[in-house]
């Protein structure tokens, strides 16, 4: 490989990089893949926007460009095993996306990226320190660590099983593909490779619980047809847990309510939810947020609050906020492109409102917009249902993002008038007193 280790040659050189390792060598050991399969690879700093971009020449040269601004972000002590770590991700990356790797899906291939990368011990300074909840197939440095411990961690090592799968998936003569590997991992016959997956992931998941320190994990198992709650108290929750204290409890209550108002019936699908953990976090800005099934909830947010409210004020913002987050947790938002930002929100806020957990500052009122999003596209939601005669739209909705991309054409074609017509006649029956919702839009997360 050659790394020149600097700015392309046009450009003055302002940061410089030492590359300690033997990239195609740790590749081909890690992985097995065959050395003439590695590109020769050219790795370049340059400005350029996010962190990392990449292209094949005419020659068959796979160039790695590092943006030179992402590049000042990382402290120098760190910046060569930073950006080390990218260019072996890269290179796997292109390895496993030949066409004789074409039986492994992406997840795996995306994972197996970053799993080369923790082997090296060549982890990214910036990459978060939890490694609980998600989903196997996140991919990346998720399912890197879990593909780390397939192999490491479950008390019975079973060395260069990603090496095995990767092998297998490559020989077409070879008649155990990945998924009969996957037989020998759990040491019975399966006709679901996706359950066994699962099964692992599950068994990952509580072993990362058992071994987290300084935190006070609770977990809580519903009834079959409900998600496995988990509750990670990483501090400061004093207040919190004083308003609410069983929070877990309540997600189960949110997740049917939810469930009720998204999916009346069973022409609907939804979405299914093995786990969802909830983080409350001393550290986090903002309110909440929820990815991967992970709800962080930011507990500066909640001490602030408690200053001025009540246990009981303070209890009913909490559990909206829950319920708010749990919506995402639940609701679908598209395919390829995904609904506006705006409605998705405000589906939330809509499920909120018909939950009984309103917040106390909200108002309904004049202004805005159809998509503004939280509680004002919440009110707009909750009025086509209740006065425009749009039984179950919002369901209706959600389903249509289940397997379809966003089209905004969906509603005219539901209701016989387009998202703007409909946003008009809502405005003509607010009478403009009090304060306009519009102007009055507090997220629920940042």
């Given at each position: 490989m050659d790394?020149?280790?600097?700015?392309?040659?046009?450009?003055?050189?302002?940061?410089?990089?030492?590359?300690?390792?033997?990239?195609?060598g740790?590749?081909?050991?890690?992985?097995g893949?065959?050395?003439?399969?590695?590109?020769?690879?050219h790795?370049?700093?340059?400005?350029?926007?996010g962190i990392?971009s990449?292209?094949?020449?005419e020659?068959?040269?796979?160039?790695v460009?590092l943006?030179?601004?992402?590049?000042?972000?990382?402290?120098?002590?760190?910046?060569?095993?930073?950006a080390?770590?990218?260019?072996?991700?890269?290179?796997?990356?292109?390895?496993?996306?030949?066409?004789?790797?074409?039986?492994l899906q992406?997840w795996?291939?995306?994972?197996?990226s970053?799993?080369?990368?923790?082997?090296?011990?060549?982890e990214?300074?910036?990459?978060?320190?939890?490694?609980?909840?998600?989903?196997?197939?996140?991919g990346?440095r998720?399912?890197?660590?879990?593909?780390?411990w397939?192999?490491?961690?479950?008390?019975?090592?079973?060395?260069?099983?990603?090496?095995?799968?990767?092998?297998?998936?490559?020989?077409?003569?070879r008649?155990?593909?990945?998924?009969?590997?996957?037989?020998?991992i759990?040491?019975?016959?399966?006709?679901?490779?996706?359950?066994?997956w699962?099964?692992?992931?599950?068994?990952y998941?509580?072993?990362?619980?058992?071994?987290t320190?300084?935190?006070?994990?609770?977990?809580?198992?519903?009834?079959?047809s409900?998600?496995?709650?988990?509750?990670?108290?990483?501090?400061?929750?004093?207040a919190?847990?004083?308003?609410?204290?069983?929070?877990?409890?309540?997600?189960?209550?949110a997740?049917?309510s939810i469930?009720?108002?998204?999916y009346?019936?069973?022409?609907?699908?939804?979405?299914?939810?093995?786990?969802?953990?909830?983080?409350?976090s001393?550290?986090?800005?903002?309110?909440?947020?929820?990815?991967?099934?992970?709800?962080?909830?930011?507990?500066?947010?909640i001490?602030?609050?408690?200053?001025?409210?009540?246990?009981?004020w303070?209890?009913?913002?909490i559990?909206g906020?829950?319920?708010?987050?749990?919506?995402?947790?639940?609701?679908?938002?598209?395919?390829?492109?995904?609904?506006?930002?705006?409605?998705?929100e405000g589906?939330?806020?809509?499920?909120?409102l018909?939950?009984?957990?309103?917040?106390?500052h909200?108002?309904?009122?004049?202004g805005?917009k159809?998509?503004?999003?939280?509680?004002?596209?919440?009110?707009?939601?909750?009025?086509?249902?209740?006065?425009?005669?749009c039984?179950?739209?919002?369901?209706?909705c959600?389903?249509?993002l289940?397997?379809?991309?966003?089209?905004?054409?969906?509603c005219?074609?539901?209701?016989?008038?387009?998202?703007?017509?409909?946003?008009?006649?809502?405005?003509?029956?607010?009478k403009?007193?009090?304060?306009?919702?519009?102007?009055?839009?507090?997220?629920?997360?940042?």
């Amino acid at each position: 490989m050659d790394h020149p280790a600097g700015d392309s040659p046009s450009e003055t050189a302002t940061i410089s990089l030492t590359f300690a390792s033997d990239i195609p060598g740790n590749i081909h050991r890690i992985l097995g893949v065959p050395l003439e399969s590695i590109p020769r690879t050219h790795v370049y700093i340059k400005d350029s926007d996010g962190i990392v971009s990449n292209t094949i020449t005419e020659d068959g040269t796979f160039e790695v460009t590092l943006s030179r601004a992402y590049l000042k972000t990382i402290t120098p002590d760190v910046r060569s095993k930073e950006a080390e770590g990218i260019v072996y991700n890269q290179v796997a990356m292109q390895v496993l996306l030949t066409p004789k790797y074409e039986p492994l899906q992406f997840w795996f291939k995306s994972g197996v990226s970053d799993y080369v990368r923790i082997q090296l011990e060549r982890e990214s300074p910036l990459w978060p320190t939890r490694l609980y909840g998600g989903d196997y197939k996140a991919g990346w440095r998720s399912t890197g660590y879990f593909l780390k411990w397939v192999e490491e961690g479950d008390g019975s090592p079973k060395p260069w099983t990603i090496r095995e799968m990767l092998m297998a998936a490559a020989d077409s003569s070879r008649a155990e593909k990945p998924s009969p590997i996957l037989e020998l991992i759990i040491g019975s016959p399966t006709s679901n490779p996706d359950e066994v997956w699962q099964r692992l992931w599950d068994t990952y998941q509580l072993s990362v619980l058992e071994n987290t320190k300084g935190m006070k994990v609770t977990t809580h198992r519903p009834r079959p047809s409900e998600p496995f709650m988990i509750l990670i108290d990483e501090g400061g929750s004093d207040a919190l847990l004083r308003a609410v204290p069983d929070p877990l409890h309540f997600l189960v209550e949110a997740y049917i309510s939810i469930n009720s108002l998204l999916y009346p019936s069973s022409s609907y699908h939804s979405r299914k939810v093995r786990q969802v953990t909830l983080v409350l976090s001393p550290t986090s800005n903002g309110v909440a947020e929820t990815e991967n099934d992970v709800i962080t909830f930011a507990m500066k947010y909640i001490n602030d609050i408690s200053k001025s409210h009540d246990d009981a004020w303070l209890a009913r913002e909490i559990k909206g906020v829950l319920l708010h987050e749990m919506v995402h947790v639940q609701q679908y938002s598209g395919t390829k492109d995904l609904a506006p930002g705006g409605l998705i929100e405000g589906i939330a806020d809509y499920c909120r409102l018909r939950s009984g957990w309103a917040a106390a500052h909200w108002s309904q009122g004049p202004g805005g917009k159809w998509d503004s999003g939280y509680q004002v596209t919440g009110y707009f939601l909750d009025w086509l249902e209740k006065e425009r005669g749009c039984t179950e739209f919002v369901a209706k909705c959600n389903e249509a993002l289940r397997e379809n991309s966003w089209d905004e054409k969906w509603c005219e074609t539901e209701t016989g008038s387009s998202w703007e017509k409909l946003w008009d006649e809502y405005q003509a029956a607010m009478k403009p007193t009090g304060t306009s919702a519009a102007n009055r839009v507090i997220p629920t997360h940042t």
